[in-house]
C-alpha cells in the first residue's frame, strides 16, 4: 500500500524550481529522526501523495491529491515560485496544484523538506524560519497534528472542524453547527504532547463527523483510539435548546436538568426567586462539566484565582457564573458568563471541570 519515494532534487538556479520524481530508486524522503516518511500511497485502486508516520503501524496524516488521484506510482512533483506545487501523472499531465502561500526573491534556491513533526515545508535559503514559502501545516485535511494550527478555514467535506473563537471549536455537518468541542479540549489544537521517537498522536475528523484521538507509545503496538467527540447524546450542540436555562446530564440517558436556583416552567426553567445582586446572592458549584459556550458578552479576566473570580463575578450584577479554569496561554484565569449558559452539560464520568453558577440569596435559604 505505501510506496517509498524515490527522491530526486534538481535546484535549477535559472528557473529556480525544484522537481521530485517518482520512479523506480529507493531514494526516500523521510524526516530526520525518521518518524514520518513522504510518498505516494494506495487507497483502492490509485494513488495519492501523502505524509505518513514511518514505523509500524503506519499511518496517513496528509494527503495532497485527495480530490485527483493518480492511476499509478509514478509521476513528479514540480515546485517554483511561479506555479507553486504541482503533481504530473505518469503522462505529464498536471492533476494537482497548490500556490505558495507566499512568494520570495527570484535569487535563492528553493528547498523541500520534511520536519519530524511531519510538516512538509517548502522554504528557500535553507530552512530559514523567515523562509517559509508554504507549509503543509496550513493546508490540513481530516488529520491534524501536535504543532499544526487550526484556520478559520473551511473544507470541501460533509463535516469539518472549525474554530469560531480563540477557545471555541464546533464541528460542523453543511451548516449546521453539530458538536462544540469541550474546552478542555482546546488542548486540541496542540493536542497533549509533541510527537516524539516514542510518541505520536494524530486528532481525526471521522466520516461519520467524529472527533477521534489517536495515541500511540513505543511501548504499543497499535494505536489506541478515544472519541473525543461526540462522547454520548448529551454532547450534540445546544441538546437541550436555547435560553432554556438547562444543562444536559446523563440521568439516566439524557435529561435537560434546571441549574440551580431555577425551576421547571413549561419545558424552561425559570428563577425560583430574582437574583438581587446584593452580598446576599451566592454561588453553588456544578461538578463535572462541559463549561458553557462563550460569546461576546463572557468576560475573561487572565490570571485571576478562585476567590477573586467569585468576588467580581457578585460585584457584576449579570453575571450569571463563573469557572476559575487553565487557559493554555494565561494560565487559571477566571471566566464570566453574563447572558445564559448554553450548551452546557455534566458528565458521568470524572471529567469537565468546575462551574459555579449564581443563586438568589432566597433559593440558597430554601435549598439550605
Ligand atoms: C532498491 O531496493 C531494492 C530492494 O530492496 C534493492 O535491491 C536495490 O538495490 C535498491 N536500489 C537502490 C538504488 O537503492
Ligand atoms: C494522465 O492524466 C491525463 C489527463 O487526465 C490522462 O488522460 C492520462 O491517461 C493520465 N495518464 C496516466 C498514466 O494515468
Ligand atoms: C493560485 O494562483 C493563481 C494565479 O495567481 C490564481 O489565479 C488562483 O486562483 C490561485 N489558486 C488558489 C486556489 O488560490
Ligand atoms: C453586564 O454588565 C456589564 C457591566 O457590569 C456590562 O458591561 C455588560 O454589557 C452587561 N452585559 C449584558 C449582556 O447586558
Not at 516518511?37 to 485527495?66: A, C, M, Q, S
Not at 477573586?308 to 457578585?314: D, F, H
Amino acid at each position: 500500500m505505501f510506496r517509498r519515494l524515490s527522491f530526486l532534487v534538481f535546484i535549477f538556479t535559472s528557473a529556480l524550481s525544484l522537481e521530485i520524481l517518482f520512479s523506480e530508486d529507493n531514494e526516500t524522503i523521510v524526516s530526520p529522526s525518521s518518524i514520518f516518511e513522504l510518498g505516494l500511497f494506495k487507497d483502492g485502486t490509485r494513488w495519492y501523495l501523502g505524509i505518513w508516520f514511518k514505523g509500524f503501524p503506519r499511518k496517513v496524516v496528509w494527503t495532497g491529491n485527495r480530490e485527483s488521484p493518480l492511476n499509478s506510482a509514478r509521476g513528479y512533483i514540480q515546485i517554483s515560485m511561479s506555479s507553486g506545487i504541482q503533481l504530473f501523472n505518469e503522462s505529464g499531465y498536471m492533476t494537482w496544484k497548490i500556490n505558495l502561500t507566499r512568494t520570495a526573491a527570484a535569487d535563492a534556491p528553493l528547498t523541500a523538506s520534511l520536519s519530524d513533526t511531519g510538516n512538509l515545508i517548502v522554504s528557500y535559503n535553507n530552512n530559514n524560519p523567515n523562509g517559509i514559502l508554504w507549509q503543509s501545516f496550513d493546508e490540513p485535511g481530516d488529520v491534524l497534528l501536535p504543532g499544526m494550527d487550526l484556520g478559520m478555514g473551511l473544507s470541501s467535506g460533509r463535516f469539518y472542524y472549525y474554530r469560531e473563537t480563540a477557545y471555541q471549536y464546533y464541528i460542523w455537518e453543511f451548516s449546521t453547527k453539530m458538536y462544540r468541542v469541550d474546552p478542555i479540549y482546546y488542548g486540541t489544537i496542540s493536542l497533549p504532547r509533541a510527537t516524539t521517537i516514542n510518541y505520536h498522536a494524530t486528532l481525526t475528523l471521522l466520516a461519520t463527523g467524529s472527533l477521534s484521538l489517536s495515541e500511540w507509545t513505543s511501548e504499543d503496538t497499535e494505536w489506541k483510539e478515544m472519541l473525543i467527540a461526540p462522547s454520548d447524546t448529551c454532547d450534540k450542540y445546544a441538546t437541550c435548546g436555547a435560553n432554556t436555562n438547562t444543562y444536559c446530564s446523563m440521568n439516566p440517558l439524557k435529561s435537560c436538568e434546571c441549574f440551580p436556583g431555577f425551576r421547571p416552567l413549561r419545558g424552561n426553567c425559570v428563577r425560583k426567586s430574582p437574583v438581587t445582586c446584593s452580598d446576599d446572592d451566592g454561588f453553588q458549584l456544578l461538578k463535572n462539566m462541559k463549561l458553557p459556550e462563550t460569546d461576546s458578552w463572557t468576560i475573561l479576566y487572565e490570571g485571576v484565582g478562585l476567590e477573586e473570580c467569585k468576588e467580581r463575578c457578585l460585584k457584576t450584577c449579570n453575571c450569571t457564573a463563573f469557572a476559575n479554569t487553565d487557559m493554555p496561554i494565561s494560565g487559571w484565569s477566571c471566566v464570566m458568563w453574563t447572558v445564559s449558559l448554553a450548551d452546557t452539560r455534566r458528565y458521568s464520568t470524572n471529567r469537565g471541570q468546575n462551574l459555579y453558577v449564581r443563586v438568589a440569596g432566597l433559593a440558597m435559604a430554601i435549598r439550605w
